[in-house]
């Protein structure tokens, strides 16, 4: 049930930037220094879906309520203005934070709504089990507030939805890794970092001999010939890195003519040891050698 209510938001906020009743907004950019963040341990009601739609305008919040009963939420006066049910949406048209929230921006109040408190005046604006709308607690007004919250009423209960502030701002620094061929060099062997998201090491090899690779858990894994480069696809290392060819009848794949050979490697992410190390062993002399390199922090431009 989850995962279909789960595909069903999915298609709402794909529709976010199209509807002209309540997704009029929505963008791909975020505004801000600051993006909001939803808790996941705190969607503890089932029935409830909700996500955060930040856009250059400002952030906008999607929330769907599949329960029995209804749903409220709940203004800076903890009083209902939007109630969200299975036949529909309403809106409490004399609560100020009903104006307020339709637009990212400032917008003025009708004549006959006030911040005083007002009767409820509940019109239905939605046929739809779910709506979004623009909510000023969800920007970050004071630089030490560290979280958000949104107060909600699932039929008269509080449930309420909460986060916490994302910085978006880089790091003062980056840490770049580095190989070093030279401090324990091993014959006919180049290896080179490839920055990405995902680290990766490119292997050359031009020996005469066969060249093995040892995964993390030192099984060999990946083997490097003239003839070009082949996968231990029964080593764990090989089947982590979620590959083809996986579960081959065959133990030794051949994975290309060259032999040069390009994997990501978590033995590159940077922790608590000074270098990093990944062994080969090479059968012209018998030994088990490491390529290796370290981390340098570099500041961002």
Same mark, same amino acid.
């Given at each position: 049930?989850?995962?279909? &209510?789960?595909?069903?938001?999915?298609?709402?906020? *794909?529709?976010?930037?199209?509807? @002209?009743?309540?997704?009029?907004?929505?963008?791909?950019?975020?505004?801000?220094?600051?993006?909001?963040?939803?808790?996941?341990?705190?969607? @503890?009601?089932?029935?409830?879906?909700?996500?955060?739609?930040?856009? %250059?305008?400002?952030?906008?919040?999607?929330?769907?309520?599949?329960?029995?009963?209804? &749903?409220?939420? &709940?203004?800076?006066?903890?009083?209902?203005?939007?109630?969200?049910?299975?036949?529909? /949406?309403?809106?409490?048209?004399?609560?100020?934070?009903?104006?307020?929230?339709?637009?990212?921006?400032?917008?003025?109040?009708?004549?006959?709504?006030? +911040?005083?408190?007002?009767?409820?005046?509940?019109?239905?604006?939605?046929?739809?089990?779910?709506?979004?709308?623009? +909510?000023?607690? &969800?920007?970050?007004? +004071?630089?030490? *507030?560290?979280?958000?919250?949104?107060?909600?009423?699932?039929?008269?209960?509080?449930? +309420?939805?909460?986060?916490? !502030?994302?910085?978006?701002?880089?790091?003062?620094?980056?840490?770049?890794?580095?190989?070093?061929?030279?401090?324990?060099?091993?014959?006919?062997?180049?290896?080179?970092?490839?920055?990405?998201?995902?680290?990766?090491?490119? /292997?050359?090899?031009?020996?005469?001999?066969?060249?093995?690779?040892?995964?993390?858990?030192?099984?060999?894994?990946?083997? !490097?010939?003239?003839?070009?480069?082949?996968?231990?696809?029964?080593?764990?290392?090989?089947?982590?890195?979620?590959?083809?060819? /996986?579960?081959?009848?065959?133990?030794?794949?051949?994975?290309?003519?060259?032999?040069?050979?390009?994997? %990501?490697?978590?033995?590159?992410?940077?922790?608590?040891?000074?270098?990093?190390?990944?062994?080969?062993?090479?059968?012209?002399?018998?030994?088990?050698?490491?390529?290796?390199?370290?981390? /340098?922090?570099?500041?961002?431009?």
């Amino acid at each position: 049930m989850i995962k279909t &209510l789960t595909t069903v938001l999915a298609f709402f906020l *794909a529709s976010f930037v199209i509807s @002209s009743n309540v997704y009029a907004h929505g963008a791909s950019a975020v505004a801000g220094e600051w993006l909001p963040v939803i808790d996941e341990q705190g969607k @503890s009601e089932a029935a409830i879906l909700s996500q955060i739609q930040s856009s %250059p305008l400002g952030n906008e919040i999607l929330v769907q309520y599949e329960g029995e009963g209804k &749903l409220e939420v &709940l203004g800076d006066d903890n009083e209902p203005f939007i109630r969200i049910t299975k036949s529909g /949406v309403y809106a409490n048209w004399d609560h100020p934070m009903w104006f307020k929230v339709q637009t990212a921006g400032p917008r003025p109040l009708p004549e006959w709504v006030t +911040d005083q408190k007002l009767e409820s005046k509940w019109t239905q604006v939605s046929e739809r089990n779910y709506y979004g709308w623009y +909510d000023k607690r &969800l920007e970050k007004t +004071d630089e030490h *507030a560290e979280r958000w919250n949104i107060a909600l009423a699932v039929n008269g209960q509080r449930q +309420d939805l909460s986060g916490y !502030f994302k910085s978006l701002t880089p790091p003062s620094k980056r840490t770049l890794v580095t190989v070093d061929n030279k401090a324990a060099p091993i014959a006919d062997l180049t290896a080179m970092v490839i920055p990405g998201p995902e680290r990766a090491i490119r /292997v050359s090899y031009q020996g005469d001999h066969h060249m093995v690779v040892l995964d993390e858990y030192d099984e060999p894994m990946l083997r !490097f010939s003239p003839k070009g480069v082949e996968a231990n696809t029964q080593s764990k290392g090989w089947k982590q890195l979620g590959r083809s060819p /996986v579960d081959s009848d065959a133990k030794w794949v051949k994975l290309s003519t060259q032999a040069a050979y390009t994997w %990501p490697d978590s033995r590159l992410d940077k922790d608590e040891q000074e270098k990093w190390k990944i062994p080969v062993f090479c059968h012209q002399d018998k030994k088990v050698k490491f390529i290796q390199g370290g981390w /340098v922090e570099i500041a961002r431009l």
